[in-house]
């Protein structure tokens, strides 16, 4: 089946460095999304990709789709105490509606 | 998000106990989702629903049960709660954009489920 992955798992920072997490997928999407999940929180939408090649911006952080469609990043530049969570990639699964397959996220700790 | 409401927040139940976990939205979606967390494997997919009277497995459905009482309303039950069920709880709903496409997912505030 549908598999999505996030590398790394964990990633701790000092402030003021940057983050890159990855995501892959076993098969080509037709879009992704991104959450994240503050400690003790729930996943809040972040942004959507759905074009090859697709680059958007919000702020520091830079999210990239892969030409392939088969991979995406989040890009956090200067990471700030405020970025610590878990950020999570979902694909739709097996292309079907919005029915979302999530990875496994990669947690972000930065130290002050 | 505080559209989207789930009760009780924590709960502490034993083994073979048949728990049933809530879910509101006042978002007007029709699509809900229930959703399980554990420490290092994203987010699984229980059940989902479509509508009212609708209702789907998802990758990991046994041992649960769902109901869709009202568009607004899916309730998560644990039959015969067992140790391996001890998780976070999430519920998401969605809802048609102005294009026609059902885009992102909103959560509620999550339930955590001890089972002893």
């Known amino acids: 089946g549908q598999q999505v992955m996030q590398i790394p798992q964990y990633q701790h920072v000092q402030e003021g460095e940057d983050f890159t997490t990855y995501c892959n997928s076993s098969?080509?999407?037709?879009?992704i999304q991104w959450y994240k999940q503050r400690p003790g929180g729930h996943p809040v939408f972040l942004i959507q990709?759905?074009?090859?090649?697709e680059v958007k911006k919000q702020k520091r952080l830079t999210f990239q789709f892969g030409e392939a469609k088969k991979n995406s990043s989040l890009h956090i530049t200067a990471t700030q105490t405020t970025d610590v969570g878990t950020y999570f990639c979902?694909?739709?699964?097996?292309?079907?509606?919005?029915?979302?397959?999530f990875g496994g996220g990669t947690r972000l700790m930065v130290k002050p | 998000d505080a559209d989207v409401t789930q009760t009780p927040r924590n709960r502490i139940t034993k083994t073979g106990k048949r728990i049933m976990l809530e879910c509101s939205q006042t978002?007007?979606?029709?699509?809900m989702y229930w959703y399980r967390q554990d420490p290092g494997l994203g987010l699984q997919l229980i059940y989902y629903?479509?509508?009212?009277?609708?209702?789907n497995k998802g990758e990991i459905s046994d041992g649960y049960s769902v109901s869709r009482q009202a568009q607004a309303k899916f309730s998560l039950s644990l039959e015969s709660a067992i140790p391996n069920q001890t998780a976070l709880y999430f519920c998401?709903?969605?809802?048609?954009?102005?294009?026609?496409?059902?885009?992102?997912?909103?959560f509620g505030p999550g339930t955590r489920l001890t089972v002893l």
């Open positions: 998401a709903t969605s809802g048609l954009t102005g294009e026609g496409s059902y885009n992102e997912q909103f």
């Open positions: 098969t080509t999407l037709s879009n």
């Open positions: 990709l759905v074009k090859s090649g």
């Open positions: 979902a694909g739709p699964r097996n292309n079907a509606g919005n029915m979302l397959t």
């Open positions: 978002k007007g979606h029709d699509r």
């Open positions: 629903s479509f509508d009212v009277k609708d209702i």
